[in-house]
């Protein structure tokens, strides 16, 4: 992967797999790195790539820009609010990648204003072994000059690191929304792999058509969203009833053979809902 060289004091506060990864690949790329983690054995590995920190006061003094990859908004508040961590930061950009809501955002953003920190909001769409691949993601979203200043300090760490708008919490609803279809989708197939497997079908003809599954679905998550956007819920190609009655061979299907019905069973609850409401 081609990126900017751009050399700038970085701390990383947090060293689970994700935040090792980030520690690692900026120190790669030739950054001045600071780590530090509650549990001081996990920083063991960075001494003689990177300044360990004693303290997460003296990790925010020694950078100009703090990467939060601990585990919550709780546990980076409850660190980075206490006195001394926020005279630390302040003057410095924080920029947050741990997994939260919007609700989450908006109160860290409010708390950064409030102490004098310039706040950017990162969410990481990649698994820990990709960081510094092309398989990597980030979504950041805040004041414009704030990601301007550092996107070429954070280019190493994905494939595309993509600015998604002021918004603070642009990037988290984002990244809640993948999540969301992710799980969703991935559950679906799972079902569906399960249901061939039970009747002996050959794995391979599922994944054949795997691309016209994905197709469709994004064909009809468009035509969805125009519905939406519009406020037009019309149409004459399929009543929910219809959709409602499918679902159902797919649930008596998967209870036949044993298998778990609860997700084929959920969503026939939603439709139910749907047809109640006309």
Not at 56 to 63: I, N, R
Not at 166 to 191: I, P, R
Request: net charge negative; charged share 20%; proline share 3%.
């Amino acid at each position: 992967m081609t990126t900017r060289t751009h050399r700038s004091r970085v701390t990383v506060l947090g060293l689970g797999q994700m935040g090792t990864a980030v520690a690692r690949v900026l120190s790669e790329a030739g950054h001045d790195v600071t780590v530090w983690n509650r549990t001081s054995s996990k920083s063991e590995a960075f001494r003689g790539s990177a300044t360990v920190a004693d303290s997460a006061a003296s990790a925010c003094q020694a950078s100009d820009v703090v990467l939060s990859v601990l585990s919550s908004y709780a546990v980076t508040d409850e660190i980075l609010r206490a006195p001394d961590a926020t005279d630390a930061l302040r003057g410095r950009t924080l920029i947050q990648m741990s997994t939260g809501t919007p609700d989450d955002v908006r109160a860290t953003a409010s708390w950064a204003a409030r102490s004098g920190v310039q706040y950017l909001d990162a969410k990481i769409i990649a698994y820990p072994n990709s960081i510094g691949t092309e398989l990597s993601t980030i979504l950041y979203s805040g004041a414009p000059a704030t990601f301007e200043r550092w996107q070429d300090t954070l280019a190493p760490l994905a494939g595309e690191n993509e600015f998604v708008g002021q918004g603070v919490t642009d990037a988290a609803t984002f990244d809640l929304a993948w999540l969301g279809f992710w799980y969703g989708a991935s559950a679906s197939f799972l079902q569906s792999l399960a249901l061939c497997r039970a009747e002996q079908l050959p794995v391979e003809k599922l994944l054949s058509r795997l691309r016209w599954m994905v197709d469709f679905i994004e064909y009809s998550a468009r035509d969805a969203a125009a519905r939406v956007e519009r406020d037009d819920f019309s149409g004459a190609d399929c009543a929910l009833e219809v959709h409602r009655h499918a679902l159902e061979d797919v649930t008596r299907a998967s209870k036949n053979r044993g298998l778990d019905d609860r997700l084929p069973a959920a969503v026939i609850e939603l439709f139910d809902r749907a047809i109640s409401l006309g």
